[in-house]
Nanobody, 119 residues
């Protein structure tokens, strides 16, 4: 059973930075992509960033230039978040996506980590 465990969330002042980590229970190279999403109160979960098996990255416009997704060569994926503002306050989720045949995909999710940006 795949497990994803996020860490690194917390309270940060506007303009500050945080680095989120996601530890997978198996090699991240067993997935087609790793990603980060967030969900603010009363809002839908939104895509932030992803990194493909081949190392290509993609970002939502709202975080492009401020957030950076990266990974190590084992089981960890990271999200470096800079220039945080109160609108970035949300629960942040790690995602792992795997192709299950044909055009089918399966998404695994972590339990989430809270990020609060406030003075």
């Amino acid at each position: 059973q795949v497990q994803l465990v996020e860490s690194g969330g917390g309270l940060v002042q506007p303009g500050g930075s945080l680095r989120l980590s996601c530890a997978a229970s198996e090699s991240i190279f067993s997935f087609n992509a790793m990603g980060w999403y967030r969900q603010a109160p009363g809002k839908q979960r939104e895509f932030l960033a992803a990194i493909s098996l081949g190392g290509f990255t993609d970002y939502a416009d709202s975080v492009k230039g401020r957030f950076t997704i990266s990974r190590d060569n084992a089981k960890n994926t990271y999200l470096q978040m800079n220039s945080l503002n109160p609108e970035d306050t949300a629960v942040y989720y790690c995602n792992a996506r795997r192709n299950v045949g044909g055009s089918g995909w399966y998404d695994y999710w972590g339990q989430g980590t809270q990020v609060t940006v406030s003075s």
